[in-house]
C-alpha cells in the first residue's frame, strides 16, 4: 500500500519559517509529482506547491509564491516544502498528496491519487 508521511509542522512565531517534509513509500514511484495542500479553518483546502519529481517542473500558489521553495530527494521519494516570513494566514492543516505516472503539477487536488494525514502549521501573531 502506498504510504504518505507528513512531518514537520508546528507552532511557529510570525515572521519564522519552517520546512515541511513528504515521504512516499510502498511503491516503485516513477514520474510522479507531489503536491502541497492546505486547509485553514473555515476555509475550503488549496493548493500550496507541486513539484514533479522526475522533471522538476514547480508550481507556486500566488499566496507563497517569493518566499517558498519546494525541492525533492529523489532517492528518498521525499518532497520539501520551505516557508519563510510566515503570518498567520498560513496557519492550517498541511497535507500531501502524491500522483504516479503523470505529467500534471498544479493545484488541482482532484489529480492527486495518494493523501497523506496532514500535519498542523499554527502560526502566531
Known amino acids: 500500500d502506498v504510504q504518505i508521511v507528513e512531518s514537520g509542522g508546528g507552532l511557529v512565531r510570525a515572521g519564522g519559517s519552517l520546512t515541511l517534509s513528504c515521504a512516499a513509500s510502498g511503491s516503485t514511484f516513477f514520474d510522479y509529482s507531489i503536491g502541497w495542500f492546505r486547509q485553514a479553518p473555515g476555509k475550503e483546502r488549496e493548493g500550496v506547491s507541486s513539484i514533479h519529481i522526475d522533471r522538476d517542473d514547480t508550481w507556486y500558489a500566488h499566496s507563497v509564491k517569493g518566499r517558498s521553495a519546494i525541492s525533492s530527494d529523489r532517492a528518498k521519494n521525499t518532497v520539501y516544502l520551505h516557508i519563510v516570513n510566515l503570518t498567520p494566514e498560513d496557519t492550517a492543516v498541511y497535507y500531501c498528496?502524491?500522483?504516479?505516472?503523470?505529467?500534471?503539477?498544479?493545484?488541482?487536488?482532484?489529480?492527486?491519487?495518494?493523501w497523506g494525514q496532514g500535519t498542523q502549521v499554527t502560526v502566531s501573531s
Open positions: 498528496a502524491v500522483e504516479p505516472a503523470t505529467d500534471y503539477v498544479g493545484p488541482d487536488e482532484n489529480a492527486y491519487s495518494y
